[in-house]
C-alpha cells in the first residue's frame, strides 16, 4: 500500500496525537482542548495561517505551496459523544459519559499529519485550507462555519472530507457520486385530548388510542406514499402518555426521526404526516400538533470531484480497495452542508472489522491514519500541481 514515506516515518506521533485526543473528548461546540491542541501542532509545523474561534471553537489554517492557484480545502471534524467508553484501554476517555465514540479523534490525526507534510514540502500550486470543525455530532457545527463565510474568507474552490468505516478491510475507500448519507430531520406529534376515570372511557377522549392510530399510519407512508426504489426510513422512537392505571390521560406524544435522499420524497413525508394528524384530530376530537423540524440535508458528492477523488484513493491502495458504487447510508453528516457550498467529496475509508461507530466499545484503528493523512496530500498535490 504506497503510503507516502514520510507520513510513514511519524506514524507514531500520529498514534501519540490520536490517543491523546481520544483521551480528551469534548462535546459539540465545547472544543476548547481539543482546538488548543490542534493549534499547537500546526504551529509546530510551521502553517502560514492559523484562524481561531470560526464557529466558537473551530480552525481553519492556511499553508501556502509554490505559486499562484487555487485553494483547495480539507476538513476533519473534531468533537465527541455523550457515551460511556466500556473497555478500560491505556488511553480510555478521562471524562465520564463521554468518549470518541465515532473517530473523530482519528479524522482530526489524519488531517494533522497531512498538515505537517504538507508544511514540509510544499509540492503544491495555490493553498489548502486545513478546516478542522467543532460540533458534527448534533450541533451543526459545519453549516455554522459555512454560515460564518468560512467558504469566501479564504476562497475555497473545492473541499474534501473522509469517515472511517468499520467493517470494511483496513484501507478500502468506498462511497459513490452522489447522495451517499441521508437528511436527517425529527418530528413530534402533540395530542391533547380529555382525561378523566379510566372505568368511563365515554366521558374523555383518549389520546392514547390517538397515538396508536397515528403510530400505524406513520407506517404506511413508506410503504403506501413513496416508490419501492426511493429510499426513506421513519422510525417512531417515541410514545408517551399517562401515569396510573386507572386514569385515562390528558396529553400523548409521538416523536421520532425521518431519513430520505431527496427533497421531493422528504416533501412528500412532511405532507402525509400533516394530513394523518388532521385526519387523526377529525376523527377523534382531540387537538393534534405536529412540529416537524429539518436537520441535516442529505451528503451529495458531486461527480466530478467525486471521481478525480476515487482516482487519487486508488492510487493509495489500488484498485481492488476502492468501492465506487457503494449504496447510501441512512445515517448523516453535516459535511453536507459545506458539499451545498462548494464542490467535492466525502469518501469512507475501511478501518477493518471491529464494533461499528456509536458504540461504547468502538475505537478509531491507527493503522489507517497514514492512509487518510496520503490520501488527503495526494487530493492536493494532484489537484494543483507544480508548473513543470
Same mark, same amino acid.
Given at each position: 500500500?504506497?503510503?507516502?514515506?514520510?507520513?510513514?516515518?511519524?506514524?507514531?506521533?500520529?498514534?501519540?496525537?490520536?490517543?491523546?485526543?481520544?483521551?480528551?473528548?469534548?462535546?459539540?461546540?465545547?472544543?476548547?482542548?481539543?482546538?488548543?491542541?490542534?493549534?499547537?501542532?500546526?504551529?509546530?509545523?510551521?502553517?502560514?495561517?492559523?484562524?481561531?474561534?470560526?464557529?466558537?471553537?473551530?480552525?481553519?489554517?492556511?499553508?501556502?505551496?509554490?505559486?499562484?492557484?487555487?485553494?483547495?480545502?480539507?476538513?476533519?471534524?473534531?468533537?465527541?459523544?455523550?457515551?460511556?467508553?466500556?473497555?478500560?484501554?491505556?488511553?480510555?476517555?478521562?471524562?465520564?459519559?463521554?468518549?470518541?465514540?465515532?473517530?473523530?479523534?482519528?479524522?482530526?490525526?489524519?488531517?494533522?499529519?497531512?498538515?505537517?507534510?504538507?508544511?514540509?514540502?510544499?509540492?503544491?500550486?495555490?493553498?489548502?485550507?486545513?478546516?478542522?470543525?467543532?460540533?458534527?455530532?448534533?450541533?451543526?457545527?459545519?453549516?455554522?462555519?459555512?454560515?460564518?463565510?468560512?467558504?469566501?474568507?479564504?476562497?475555497?474552490?473545492?473541499?474534501?472530507?473522509?469517515?472511517?468505516?468499520?467493517?470494511?478491510?483496513?484501507?478500502?475507500?468506498?462511497?459513490?457520486?452522489?447522495?451517499?448519507?441521508?437528511?436527517?430531520?425529527?418530528?413530534?406529534?402533540?395530542?391533547?385530548?380529555?382525561?378523566?376515570?379510566?372505568?368511563?372511557?365515554?366521558?374523555?377522549?383518549?389520546?392514547?388510542?390517538?397515538?396508536?392510530?397515528?403510530?400505524?399510519?406513520?407506517?404506511?407512508?413508506?410503504?403506501?406514499?413513496?416508490?419501492?426504489?426511493?429510499?426513506?426510513?421513519?422510525?417512531?422512537?417515541?410514545?408517551?402518555?399517562?401515569?396510573?392505571?386507572?386514569?385515562?390521560?390528558?396529553?400523548?406524544?409521538?416523536?421520532?426521526?425521518?431519513?430520505?435522499?431527496?427533497?421531493?420524497?422528504?416533501?412528500?413525508?412532511?405532507?402525509?404526516?400533516?394530513?394523518?394528524?388532521?385526519? @387523526? $384530530?377529525?376523527? +377523534?376530537?382531540?387537538? *393534534? !400538533?405536529?412540529?416537524?423540524?429539518? #436537520?441535516?440535508?442529505?451528503?451529495?458528492?458531486? %461527480? @466530478? $470531484?467525486?471521481? +478525480?477523488?476515487?482516482? *487519487? !484513493?486508488?492510487?493509495?491502495?489500488? #484498485?481492488?480497495?476502492?468501492?465506487?458504487?457503494? %449504496?447510501?447510508?441512512?445515517?448523516?453528516?453535516?459535511?453536507?452542508?459545506?458539499?451545498?457550498?462548494?464542490?467535492?467529496?466525502?469518501?469512507?475509508?475501511?478501518?477493518?472489522?471491529?464494533?461499528?461507530?456509536?458504540?461504547?466499545?468502538?475505537?478509531?484503528?491507527?493503522?489507517?491514519?497514514?492512509?487518510?493523512?496520503?490520501?488527503?496530500?495526494?487530493?492536493?498535490?494532484?489537484?494543483?500541481?507544480?508548473?513543470?
Amino acid at each position: 500500500m504506497p503510503i507516502i514515506n514520510r507520513i510513514a516515518e511519524f506514524h507514531g506521533d500520529m498514534k501519540e496525537w490520536r490517543q491523546h485526543l481520544h483521551a480528551h473528548p469534548e462535546l459539540q461546540f465545547d472544543c476548547h482542548q481539543t482546538a488548543a491542541f490542534v493549534a499547537a501542532r500546526l504551529r509546530e509545523f510551521g502553517v502560514d495561517e492559523i484562524h481561531e474561534g470560526i464557529a466558537q471553537t473551530g480552525i481553519v489554517a492556511i499553508v501556502n505551496g509554490q505559486g499562484d492557484g487555487p485553494t483547495i480545502g480539507l476538513r476533519a471534524d473534531m468533537d465527541a459523544l455523550p457515551i460511556q467508553e466500556l473497555p478500560d484501554r491505556p488511553y480510555k476517555s478521562g471524562i465520564d459519559g463521554k468518549m470518541h465514540a465515532c473517530g473523530h479523534d482519528g479524522h482530526t490525526t489524519m488531517l494533522l499529519g497531512a498538515a505537517r507534510y504538507l508544511a514540509e514540502t510544499r509540492n503544491f500550486s495555490g493553498r489548502v485550507a486545513l478546516i478542522f470543525q467543532p460540533a458534527e455530532e448534533g450541533g451543526a457545527g459545519g453549516k455554522v462555519m459555512c454560515d460564518e463565510g468560512m467558504m469566501d474568507k479564504f476562497a475555497i474552490a473545492q473541499v474534501y472530507g473522509v469517515h472511517n468505516a468499520p467493517g470494511f478491510p483496513v484501507g478500502m475507500f468506498l462511497g459513490n457520486s452522489g447522495p451517499v448519507l441521508a437528511a436527517a430531520d425529527t418530528f413530534r406529534i402533540d395530542i391533547t385530548g380529555q382525561g378523566g376515570h379510566a372505568a368511563e372511557p365515554e366521558n374523555t377522549i383518549d389520546p392514547v388510542q390517538v397515538a396508536m392510530q397515528i403510530v400505524q399510519a406513520i407506517q404506511t407512508i413508506s410503504s403506501r406514499n413513496v416508490p419501492a426504489l426511493d429510499n426513506l426510513v421513519i422510525s417512531v422512537t417515541q410514545v408517551h402518555a399517562g401515569t396510573v392505571d386507572n386514569i385515562i390521560p390528558q396529553t400523548a406524544f409521538v416523536g421520532g426521526t425521518v431519513r430520505t435522499l431527496k427533497k421531493e420524497i422528504q416533501a412528500v413525508v412532511v405532507a402525509r404526516l400533516k394530513a394523518i394528524c388532521a385526519g @387523526a $384530530e377529525a376523527s +377523534f376530537g382531540a387537538t *393534534v !400538533a405536529l412540529d416537524f423540524e429539518y #436537520g441535516y440535508p442529505p451528503t451529495v458528492n458531486h %461527480p @466530478a $470531484e467525486t471521481g +478525480f477523488a476515487f482516482a *487519487v !484513493a486508488e492510487g493509495i491502495s489500488g #484498485g481492488e480497495k476502492v468501492l465506487d458504487d457503494c %449504496p447510501p447510508i441512512m445515517a448523516s453528516e453535516d459535511f453536507a452542508y459545506m458539499l451545498e457550498a462548494r464542490p467535492g467529496a466525502y469518501l469512507m475509508i475501511g478501518q477493518g472489522e471491529g464494533p461499528t461507530v456509536h458504540h461504547p466499545e468502538y475505537d478509531f484503528n491507527d493503522e489507517i491514519s497514514p492512509i487518510g493523512a496520503s490520501y488527503f496530500v495526494k487530493l492536493v498535490e494532484t489537484a494543483q500541481p507544480l508548473e513543470s
